[in-house]
């Protein structure tokens, strides 16, 4: 049976009976138009989350280098740079039930995977253009003052490489059965925020009411994802990775860190709850990339799966074997397309720390060298 909610209006009580929307593509363009019907104060009552609409029917491919097979209804991120699908059906359509799930699961595994941040940022910036705004302006805007614009698209990045990312199923009514299939995913997959929200109109007199409400917040599943992220610095790192590793393993990061500092690079600090990370921000093809990231578990990381989609790779295959010059060192030409480590300990003489060093310095001049070429 239809839902009322009263309105009193001086002294006259106003009736708004649920209505549904006259078609699936209303309900987008309200998402699109007003982004807090998503409720993130329901998400997260501590810290509200808040939305920037990235982009309407964005494509999704299922290959690294293939056309887009699907396309996402919509593309948000919050203010921590939290990748947000959404997916909107009405409950008239018998698909909300478990097609979309489908659906969802496909654009998720294939998003996170071939997924492309320069493109996605220059969609956002065409979006933007034709509305006559600026991009920079649009970010904080949506996402609060202190958001930087080239830091969003990093944590973006970022949070895409650790599966960190948020599924939203919206619709006028959520169906049990879609219902139960949200809340079992949310429980069972620890780093990816699955949920529903079911935005109910209500009319009346030249009036219109939504109201959102958020369904798969279950107790066992924030249980399970109650490991809090945890904002690192270079002070914390150091202390973290000198309980689990050794004091050669903190003067070779202490070291990293000093030349961060005197070369005056940028530095993504990592969240994780259990494990710190840190990458050293390098400005390869006009624009931030992260070259290698070092984690407190006594690894370094080769960020060659993000380089791939903007360095050649043939440059990539140099710079791979310069690295495989240093002893310890030994990374399969496979590891192209992966993120593949070494323990920290590789650098311990000052020597090897040096080859490390010259090896990436050597990587970003030939990559600047390339782009400078004429066409």
């Known amino acids: 049976m239809p839902g009322v909610i009263f309105l009193i209006e001086g002294e006259k009580l106003i009736e708004l009976r649920e209505e549904q929307y006259d078609s699936e593509d209303l309900l987008q363009r309200l998402l699109e138009d007003y982004p807090k019907i998503l409720a993130g104060d329901q998400i997260n009552t501590e810290f509200p989350r808040r939305w920037l609409l990235i982009s309407r029917e964005i494509g999704v491919p299922d290959d690294q280098n293939g056309s887009n097979r699907w396309s996402l209804d919509h593309l948000f991120i919050d203010q921590e740079g939290i990748p947000t699908f959404v997916e909107v059906k009405r409950s008239t359509d018998t698909r909300a039930r478990r097609e979309v799930v489908a659906q969802m699961l496909d654009y998720a595994a294939n998003g996170v995977e071939y997924w492309n941040i320069p493109e996605i ?12 705004k600026n991009p920079s302006d ?4 949506a996402l609060g003052p202190e958001v930087e614009y080239d830091t969003i698209w990093t944590l973006m990045e970022n949070n895409l490489k650790n599966r960190k990312i948020r599924l939203l199923f919206v619709a006028d009514e959520i169906p049990k059965e879609l219902k139960r299939i949200v809340e079992f995913l949310n429980e069972e997959m620890e780093d990816v925020e699955v949920l529903a929200v079911e935005v ?21 599943a924030e249980q399970k994802k109650a490991v809090p ?13 000198g309980k689990k590793g050794s004091l050669k393993d903190v003067d070779v990061v202490k070291k ?4 961060v500092d005197e070369t005056n690079l940028k530095i993504w600090w990592g969240r994780g709850g259990q494990s710190g990370s840190f990458y050293p921000l390098i400005d390869l093809v006009g624009g931030y990339d992260q070259i290698f990231g070092v984690w407190t578990y006594g690894k370094i990381e080769i960020e060659f799966q993000w380089m791939s989609r903007a360095v050649e790779n043939k440059i990539l295959l140099s710079f791979l074997h310069k690295l495989n010059e240093i002893p310890g060192v030994s990374l399969s030409d496979n590891s192209l397309k992966g993120r593949p480590s070494f323990p920290i300990s590789v650098l311990h003489s000052d020597e090897q720390y040096s080859k490390f060093i010259n090896a990436i310095l050597s990587f970003v001049q030939e990559v600047r060298e390339k782009c400078q070429e004429p066409d």
């Open 138 to 141: 649009v970010v904080k805007d």
């Open 256 to 259: 990293i860190l000093k030349w």
């Open 200 to 220: 109910k109109q209500y009319t009346g007199e030249h009036l219109k009411t939504l109201v959102p409400r958020i369904i798969g917040q279950t107790s066992e």
């Open 229 to 241: 992220n945890r904002p690192w610095n270079a002070q914390s790192f150091i202390d973290e990775l």
């Open 121 to 132: 940022k220059v969609q956002f910036e065409l979006r933007c253009s034709r509305n006559g």
